[in-house]
């Protein structure tokens, strides 16, 4: 029997719909997609052990990560940027070069049954490096830093606290059979949310469009670039998934946020737009790596 909140790409694309019909949660759209990643979050870390983790291996994992995410993506990102005139959406572009990847790559590895604790690891050491490697960008692209301060409370919440919580739930025997539902159902959740909060992005067309074409070579065209080499290469599944998503995902909410309180509402249309892509990209890629 179907059971459409089994569904990754169908809940993702709901969501989307909910979200720009109805504009999202009239109240504490922030707060309620941030709960909604941490339970994503929690409940995708519940299937990783940590026993027998060989340092080796995890810091071969984080160099690939590292190289994808903050050389390749972030490179392609800053082009963006030195090709944009206007200085305020050049802005958005440098504080999304200067993230690290989204935090949805971890419960994204789980979904297309990936490495999920190299994802845990690759994501926490990307997010520590972050704390230089965003004042740095910011300050060298933008003019403008940004306190290491945010950057530590983000990792805080959206890393450290689903795992501490994961700790106690992986001993419920119920959490392997609810596991990919709750997942699925808070992402809904999360996507209807911030689309629909940012829905007012598209009320300027000729901007989106110009826009559109610079988020979509950033996500599907390094993304499909990038599986690309990966299966040329003949690297196994999880190097697949994991090279996939950490070349073509970055953390927009935050980029979003901080491009809002640094440089204004302009600055955070170029993430609001590229959001818009990846939530599709997410669904393309279910077709991808089925499990």
Do not use: C
């Not at 025997?173 to 629909?196: D, I, K, Y």
């Not at 690309?228 to 070349?247: Q, V």
């Amino acid at each position: 029997m179907f059971r459409p909140w089994r569904s990754f790409p169908l809940m993702a694309v709901l969501g989307l719909l909910i979200g720009l019909a109805t504009g999202g949660s009239p109240v504490y759209p922030k707060e309620i997609s941030t709960l909604a990643l941490i339970v994503a979050m929690t409940l995708a870390l519940t299937e990783v052990r940590f026993e027998g983790v060989r340092p080796a291996t995890e810091l071969r994992a984080f160099a690939f990560a590292l190289f994808w995410n903050y050389v390749v993506l972030t490179g392609l990102v800053l082009a963006f940027a030195f090709l944009t005139p206007d200085p305020d959406l050049r802005a958005g572009w440098v504080v999304m070069a200067a993230v690290p990847s989204a935090i949805a790559v971890i419960p994204l590895t789980s979904i297309f049954r990936g490495n999920v604790r190299s994802a845990l690891v690759s994501s926490a050491l990307l997010y520590v490096a972050s704390l230089a490697l965003f004042p740095a960008i910011t300050l060298a692209f933008a003019g403008h830093a940004v306190s290491p301060t945010d950057i530590a409370v983000q990792t805080l919440l959206q890393i450290g606290v689903p795992l501490a919580a994961s700790r106690a739930l992986v001993r419920i025997p119920a959490m392997e059979r609810w596991r990919a539902t709750g997942v699925n159902l808070s992402f809904l959740v999360l996507v209807a949310v911030v689309a629909g909060a940012n829905r007012f992005a598209f009320a300027d067309l000729g901007l989106v469009l110009s826009l559109s074409g610079a988020a979509l070579l950033r996500t599907f065209g390094i993304g499909l670039l990038v599986l690309g080499l990966a299966t040329a290469a003949r690297r196994d599944r999880e190097d697949r998934i994991g090279w996939t998503l950490f070349a073509s995902f970055k953390n927009l909410g935050l980029t979003a946020l901080l491009a809002l309180s640094l440089f204004g509402p302009t600055a955070a249309i170029p993430a609001i737009v590229t959001l818009f892509h990846e939530i599709v990209w997410l669904v393309v890629l279910q077709k991808f790596f089925r499990a």
